[in-house]
Every structure is written in C-alpha cells, then in structure tokens.
C-alpha cells in the first residue's frame, strides 16, 4: 500500500566521496527519503568519487522505488559518476538528468 505524501518531491544531495564509508549513511537518507515522497531526486553534481558500493546505494534505491510506486532520478553526475555508470551499463536503468 502506498503512503500518501506531503510534498511529492524532495532533493538529495550527495558529495564528496561516496564510497565503503560513506555508502551507508546515503543508503539511509535514501531510504527515509524514498518513504516519504513520490520522487526523490540525488543531485550528484558535488559527488568527486564513486566505488562499488556508491553504485549498491543506488541500485538498492532504485529497487526501493520500484517497489514502492516512487521515482529516483539521478541529477548532475559528473564526469567520473558517469563513466562509472556507463560502464556498469547501470545509466540504462536509473534515470540520469544533466
């Protein structure tokens, strides 16, 4: 059953390095965020780095999504993000704005 929400938009925004360390604490804000709105967009345009575990967060919200009726879109990757997207041909599967 889906939640109605408040406000059907909210921003997140990532930076710095998203990697072992900091890959839970995104997971967790994109949890709560994805619970509580109808589109959840992750601005990654401060984002300087991405390993592995960026891309499980991102994979687990985009499930969490599906599941729930919710959109995640992916804003302002750079460079490095997305080549890293690409490459894992993930760019296919979670919406990626400039």
């Not at 059953?1 to 995104?26: C, K």
């Not at 992750?42 to 599941?67: E, H, I, K, N, Y």
């Amino acid at each position: 059953m889906l939640q109605r929400t408040s406000t059907p938009t909210v921003v997140v925004r990532a930076n710095g390095e998203i990697d072992l360390d900091a890959a839970p604490a995104l997971r967790r804000v994109l949890s709560k965020a994805l619970r509580g709105h109808h589109e959840v967009v992750l601005d990654l345009s401060p984002v300087t780095f991405m390993d592995c575990a960026g891309l499980r967060v991102l994979v687990s919200a985009r499930d969490q999504a599906d599941r729930t009726g919710r959109r995640l879109v992916l804003r302002g990757a750079g460079p490095q993000v997305t080549r890293l997207l690409k490459l894992t041909r993930l760019e296919r599967h979670l919406p990626l704005e400039s």
